[in-house]
């Protein structure tokens, strides 16, 4: 049997290599790859807390699904964003990205 | 003659009794015969691959009035079948030929990831009463979430080319393979539910009436939309050899475009069989309890006759243009397929389990039959409206 | 050490490895390829955990869906200028962003290890699919967030399809 502790640490490490990507990245691509690696974190620590507290039950699994479906949702809308923002500025590094600054 | 009733399980027992009866510990004999079995599993559909390649260029040759593969040289074995084996050889000697500013691992980790996906899928088809890779319990899942994972695949292969012509190809064909997984999955589901499982085994057991004849509209529904996944006629427009040459695979030679060529074959395959397993009753025929062994006999001609039909198709209709593909899709498959799972839905529910499956059968039958007409009367008028 | 600990280290060594690539690559095409990587890693992760209904959405949405749309977005985006380098790199506060996640890490793990998670855990059902399929539709169970949810994809679509449209 997995030890419970070992998944919650290996979902906070992916959570914090996540954290690294959106704050330190430029490319607004690679920011939103650090978003989903958090949200596969969170989904991990999910299934886990309902493998291990309540397998008989099924809203470990559902609250999971609900987070793939708000998950494809924000990495679309991000995206057609970072889509638009290439038309208008040419750029999508997000450094550049700064008219309203100031 | 009771050791060949049930041939192929038989062997396998034999083989493992073989394996204990050395002195070897348990482990070890188990995790061996998992891998022999895992390695003869990944071989069949390989070695089925070879015989149809030869039937299609057979097929191929005589819907277009010529005799086909009947002489490879010195000597093409009987029917032309060492024709294969040539073309494979051919292939292997071949130079292999990289662009000078591709992306190394890119360009070559795509052919190999294609393959080991498209050979992936063969885990969960059941080849005969009890002869499955893996019962899992989301056996038509693990097909299609496979499908769809092999689309980065053909993304991996047209960047890694560092060719604006195989990215474009590559983008048109993921556009094409994106859109149709919806009808797909929405026929598949249709099974799903009047069968009451995921599971490859239990869809076969639930077909007491083969779902080709309660469920036609799923069936065609299905078959519609993976000649698409397929990408073969009447919707191979990436391939379209006059046109964008072999799309997202343009500079790959020698064996790696082998393993796509490969891995499209071994996707066919699978389709014919899944098709066969959710539609045909897979497995199941007459005398199959008595000689379990016949069953993978009828599993073998129900996936010839599939085959049968997805060649003529390729070679009698002609090419539909990506647009032309899209609109097919979204303003016809999936409004099709979306009111197909509400009426199926609608009438499982009506329709009483103890009513007896045949009456259940036809009942489903009646509603495919409806609202097959519906469309009909529907499209007929909105395409005269469109014309006109 | 069991077959699936040891199941369970090479996935998690997978699945890690991948992610730490992901934000550490220049080149963001193969920081997309090391994403799709710890995708199926971490679908390996939900089949030893006995959600194999899971693993098979998680490689049909993310990796045959979202892991195409970002891979779409880098091709659409390229600098045609300077086709070679794809990507843009750490920007300056990148040692302060290592910081914060080695100590958000830290804590993370401190609170995980020093927790009394209970006794052993039971089993799965045998339908526990068919039991989460029944809960999200039953009104009693969860169907008010799976309407939700369905609306909330059909406003992104329309959202989607509105931003990205040329004008």
Redesign the interface.
């Known amino acids: 049997m997995i030890p419970l502790e070992w998944v919650l640490i290996l979902a906070a490490a992916l959570f914090c290599a996540g954290v690294y990507g959106v704050l330190s990245q430029r490319n607004g691509i690679a920011v939103l790859m650090g978003i989903e690696l958090m949200l596969n974190a969170t989904n991990i620590n999910l299934v886990a807390f309902w493998r291990y507290l309540e397998p008989g039950a099924a809203t470990g699994q559902a609250f999971a699904l609900f987070v793939y479906a708000v998950a494809a949702a924000e990495a679309a809308v991000g995206l057609a964003l970072i889509i638009a923002i290439w038309r208008t500025r040419d750029t999508i590094i997000l450094e550049d990205i700064d008219l309203l600054k100031g | 003659m009771e050791f060949l009733k049930d041939l192929i399980t038989n062997i396998g027992l034999w083989f493992h009794e073989l394996l204990a009866s050395t002195s070897l510990p348990e482990v070890w004999v188990r995790v061996i015969t998992l891998v022999v079995g895992a390695s003869v599993l990944a071989l069949v559909p390989l070695v089925a691959v070879i015989f149809l390649i030869w039937f299609e260029r057979k097929i191929a040759a005589r819907i277009a009035s010529r005799l086909g593969p009947n002489n490879s040289g010195a000597y093409g074995g009987p029917w032309g079948i060492l024709q294969v084996f040539a073309d494979a050889i051919k292939m292997f000697v071949k130079e292999d030929v990289i662009p000078t500013a591709a992306d190394r691992w890119v360009f070559n980790i795509a052919p190999m990831l294609v393959l080991a996906l498209a050979v992936l899928i063969w885990a969960v088809i059941p080849l005969g009463k009890g002869l499955i890779g893996s019962d899992l319990n989301i056996g038509v899942f693990y097909i299609l979430s496979l499908g769809s994972a092999s689309m980065i695949t053909m993304l991996m292969a047209g960047w890694g080319s560092n060719n604006k012509y195989a990215t474009l190809g590559a983008l048109r064909s993921i556009v094409t393979l994106a859109s149709y997984e919806i009808p797909q999955v929405l026929s598949v589901l249709v099974v799903v539910m009047v069968a009451g499982s995921f599971s490859m085994q239990d869809i076969i057991e639930a077909q007491d009436v083969a779902f080709l004849f309660t469920l036609p509209l799923t069936a065609l529904l299905y078959l519609a939309s993976s000649l698409s996944e397929l990408e073969r006629r009447p919707f191979d427009l990436v391939e379209a050899n006059s046109g964008i040459v072999a799309g997202c695979c343009i500079e790959y030679s020698g064996m790696k475009s082998g393993m796509f060529y490969l891995a499209e074959s071994l996707n066919q395959l699978a389709v014919t069989a899944t098709f066969s397993t959710l539609f045909l009753g897979g497995w199941r025929g007459p005398w199959v309890d008595q000689a379990p062994a016949l069953s993978t006999l009828w599993l073998m001609l129900k996936i010839l006759l599939l085959t049968l039909i997805i060649q003529f198709f390729r070679y009698t209709l002609p090419r539909l243009r990506v647009d032309q593909i899209l609109r097919l899709n979204w303003k016809f498959l999936t409004p099709l397929a979306l009111v197909n799972i509400c009426v199926v839905a609608l009438v499982g529910q009506a329709v009483p389990t103890s009513a007896g499956p045949w009456v259940r059968a036809g009942a489903f039958l009646g509603a495919n039959i409806l609202l097959a007409l519906a469309m009909l009367k529907v499209s007929s008028q909105q395409w005269q409206t469109a014309a006109g | 050490m069991?077959l699936?600990?040891i199941l369970?280290i090479i996935f998690?060594a997978i699945?890690?490895g991948a992610?730490?690539l992901?934000?550490t690559r220049r080149n963001?095409?193969?920081?997309?390829?090391f994403?799709?990587l710890?995708?199926?890693g971490?679908a390996g992760?939900?089949v030893?955990?006995?959600?194999?209904?899971?693993a098979?959405?998680?490689?049909?949405?993310?990796?045959?869906?979202?892991?195409?749309?970002?891979?779409?977005?880098?091709?659409?985006?390229r600098d045609t200028m300077n086709p070679?380098e794809n990507?843009?790199?750490?920007?300056r506060?990148?040692w302060?962003?290592?910081l914060?996640?080695?100590a958000?890490?830290g804590m993370?793990?401190w609170v995980?290890?020093n927790h009394d998670?209970?006794a052993?855990?039971?089993?799965?059902?045998e339908h526990?699919?068919a039991?989460?399929g029944?809960?999200?539709v039953d009104p009693e169970?969860?169907v008010l967030?799976f309407e939700v949810?369905s609306v909330?994809?059909l406003?992104?679509?329309i959202?989607?399809?509105t931003?990205?449209r040329e004008r």
Request: aromatic content about 10%.
């Open positions: 069991s699936q600990q369970f998690g699945t890690l992610a730490l992901v934000v963001v095409f193969h920081a997309a390829l994403l799709i710890s995708f199926f971490v992760l939900y030893l955990l006995e959600a194999p209904f899971l098979a959405v998680q490689l049909f949405v993310y990796v045959g869906g979202i892991a195409i749309l970002i891979v779409f977005a880098i091709t659409l985006t070679l990507g843009a790199g750490r920007n506060q990148w302060a962003a290592a914060v996640a080695v958000l890490c993370l793990g995980a290890l998670w209970g052993a855990p039971g089993p799965v059902l526990s699919i039991i989460l029944t809960t999200l169970g969860l967030p949810a909330l994809l406003v992104t679509l959202g989607t399809v931003i990205a």
